[in-house]
């Protein structure tokens, strides 16, 4: 038990050791497509309201299986009544800005050494997932473009509806795949999920479901440049 106890701060400084080897900083840009689906969408996704997106991220590696993010998003979503056969009649319409700071852990399957015995950066690809904690400021302005005379048919409450939101706490999740492709340049495709726990985000509440919480989304290509590697200069 004794020999044991002496060797523990041996394993422990192979530890610290090995990952302070697989950690690094990288900084990376991320282009790709937001969209929505709440009130003023009658399925998940509708392709026509695809919007662009873009942001700049900085990410930490602790090890090969785990880093953690900082990222800066914005892009922008919209719905109409009219991309939905079961909405069409009611003519209501919204488009929104969206800026996004958020945090996520990730955890990446499968990680491996960058580099080879040898010195020599290896080609891997690597899929991770993430989850983490955000704030999305929105400007969502939502309006009727049907026939005036039949708005008391639609409409509950005026618009702008008052009272809604415009700042979000949402916790970011989803999915990536990573390549790394030279010691310094990291290319991948990124998409994921974004639940605000409100119906406020479309700027309809009372005019929709209340009941119905609203979503966006982030997807896109993602290119990185690794900025401190300690394995890199051995």
Partial sequence: MKKLLLLLPVFLA??????????????????????YSGDISSSAIEIKETQPGYGVYFRYHFSRSFSAKVHAYSGAISGDDKNSPTLSARKLRFSSSIVELGAAAEWKLWGQERYSSTG???????????????????????????????????????????????????????????????????????????????????????????????????????????????????
């Fill in 120 to 234: 020599i950066h290896n080609f891997f690809l690597t899929p991770y997932l993430f989850l983490g904690l955000g704030l999305a400021i929105t400007d969502p302005k939502a309006e009727y473009y049907g026939d005036p005379s039949l708005s008391d048919l639609y409409l509950k409450t005026p618009l702008p509806e008052e009272g809604l939101r415009k700042n979000f706490v949402l916790a970011p999740m989803g999915v990536g795949l990573r390549a790394d492709v030279l010691d310094r340049l990291v290319i991948g495709l990124e998409g994921g999920w974004r639940p605000v726990f409100s119906d406020d985000l479309d700027g309809i509440r009372a005019n929709g479901n209340p009941k119905k919480g609203d979503w966006y989304y982030f997807a896109g290509v993602t290119v990185s440049f690794v900025l401190s590697d300690p394995q890199r200069h051995r």
């Fill in 14 to 35: 192979l530890h610290t050791a090995h990952a302070q080897r697989n950690s690094y900083f990288e900084a990376g840009f991320l282009f790709g497509l937001t969209n």
